[in-house]
């Protein structure tokens, strides 16, 4: 009977040892990210569903080129219709996105983050608060009128409002097609990232850039 015992003490050992050897630490769905209710096949891979207005996309920016840097790759960003504010500052980023090759430069995001949330009626959507000694005043509308045409005009592109009737058409299109993303993907808040067209990132289950990068690096890697 002894020498029975201990051989398979030694199977049991050996077997929890592999068990715990081959955990698997991949990304669970539920947890670290969900599948979304209506799966678009003709999206990039990875795509930031965003809004100017909000203080959280605005510090997630600077985050974005060492998240796409861990990640290997290269996202590409659709901004949220929730609202008709929302609306606004879509046709504002769009108008944009359409004269940068898809892409506004990282200095221009900055300066329509600070457009959208600085300086107007919204303060406290992720913009410094003024001093309380010295508040700022809300800009009138024809300032900010005329800080947007500035900020277009820096980066040598049409304002919004200088949009020809095709580019206007254009845009238009970009926000319809956003609006059917977060539609599929029933998005109620933003930063959210999407991989594939289907995976939603869970941001919240995830405490550094180094665990997000995984997540999405891991989920580009699957199959449709």
Do not use: W
């Not at 100017?52 to 960003?77: H, Q, T, W, Y």
């Not at 999405?216 to 890697?221: C, M, Q, T, V």
């Amino acid at each position: 009977m002894k020498s029975l015992f201990k051989p398979l003490l030694l199977v049991f050992v050996s077997f929890f040892a592999l068990a715990g050897c081959s955990e698997d630490t991949s990304p669970k769905e539920g947890t670290e990210y969900t599948i979304i209710p209506t799966p678009m096949s003709d999206l990039p891979d990875v795509v930031e569903i965003f809004s100017l207005a909000c203080g959280n996309c605005r510090n997630m920016e600077s985050m974005i080129p060492v998240i796409e840097e861990l990640a290997k790759v290269d996202m590409a960003k659709t901004h949220v219709t929730f609202n008709e504010s929302a609306q606004r500052s879509a046709y504002v980023y769009y108008a944009a996105e359409i004269q940068s090759d898809g892409k506004p430069s990282e200095e221009m995001m900055a300066e329509l983050f600070a457009y959208t949330q600085d300086g107007g009626d919204d303060h406290g959507h992720g913009g410094e608060e003024p001093k309380k000694e010295e508040p700022a005043a809300a800009m009138t509308p024809e300032q900010k009128k005329a800080q947007m045409i500035e900020i277009f005009a820096k980066y040598n592109m049409k304002s919004p409002i200088d949009l020809s009737e095709a580019e206007h058409e254009v845009v238009y299109q970009k926000m319809i097609g956003a609006e059917a993303i977060v539609t599929n993907s029933n998005i109620a808040s933003v930063p959210a990232f999407l991989v594939k067209g289907k995976y939603l990132v869970n941001s919240s289950a995830h405490k550094t850039l180094e665990e997000m990068a995984a997540t999405i690096s891991y989920l580009n890697g699957l199959e449709q």
